[in-house]
């Protein structure tokens, strides 16, 4: 069984559309992430969950919006998107926002936008 | 979260070990040192992490120097499969809030047939 899941996997779309990508964890955590990895292989925290409130949101545009239908769930919408959107976005999760505990992390969503 | 400072490349012959290093001179008493990797576009790994003690699990050893300002991550027999970004995280664990990571450049380990 997957831990942390993605869908979709890849996603090409054109600029000004707004998209979903979705993300699961059966690892029963209560904290989930979304990270964006540009064109240089920079990772950065976008968003993080905790029990389905939101506890980080780095400087990111409001065109994004992460929802938490459930401590399971942590979905990422984009609203009008840019060609700078283009990059690979991965999900991830972990037992608690507190403490040493580790990450893990969903295959990633590469999304292109022409 | 302190910076840290890795080598941008490495080699390793395969069946050897690979040992990976890490400079983090301004961590501080309560923040724990990560290692994770990333397979070609895959997520991140974790692989291990430590506070003070040396640490050793199924997949590599860390050790820490006793000033804590740099570790090494050992890989003890590296396998092809083992090529990857590696990148070592300063974080906090005892913050208040979530501790998000912090992920630099990391080390690109080749291993060698």
């Known amino acids: 069984d997957t831990a942390v899941s993605q869908t979709p996997k890849y996603l090409v779309t054109q600029m000004g559309n707004d998209k979903s990508i979705k993300c699961e964890q059966n690892?029963?955590?209560?904290?989930m992430y979304w990270y964006k990895q540009d064109s240089k292989k920079f990772l950065k925290i976008m968003f993080s969950?905790?029990?389905?409130?939101?506890?980080i949101n780095e400087t990111v545009p409001n065109r994004f919006s992460p929802k938490s239908p459930d401590k399971a769930h942590l979905n990422l919408h984009i609203n009008s998107l840019e060609l700078g959107d283009s990059a690979v976005y991965f999900c991830?999760?972990?037992?608690?926002?507190?403490?040493?505990?580790?990450?893990?992390f969903g295959p990633g969503t590469r999304l292109t936008v022409t | 979260d302190a910076k840290t400072t890795q080598p941008p490349s490495m080699d390793c012959a395969e069946g050897r070990a690979a040992n990976l290093p890490c400079n983090h001179s301004?961590?501080?008493?309560?923040?724990?040192v990560y290692w994770y990797r990333q397979i070609h576009s895959q997520g991140p790994q974790y692989i291990i992490h430590?506070?003070?003690n040396n640490e050793t699990n199924e997949m590599a050893s860390l050790i820490i120097t006793e000033d804590r300002k740099s570790s090494t991550l050992i890989l003890p027999h590296a396998t092809l499969r083992d090529t990857a970004v590696y990148y070592c995280i300063v974080r906090g664990g005892f913050s208040g809030s979530a501790r998000q990571l912090t992920f630099g450049s990391g080390t690109q380990l080749t291993v060698l047939p």
């Open positions: 690892l029963g955590h209560d904290t």
């Open positions: 301004t961590i501080s008493g309560n923040e724990y």
């Open positions: 430590g506070l003070k």
């Open positions: 969950y905790n029990n389905k409130e939101l506890i």
């Open positions: 991830a999760s972990s037992q608690s926002a507190q403490g040493s505990h580790e990450q893990y």
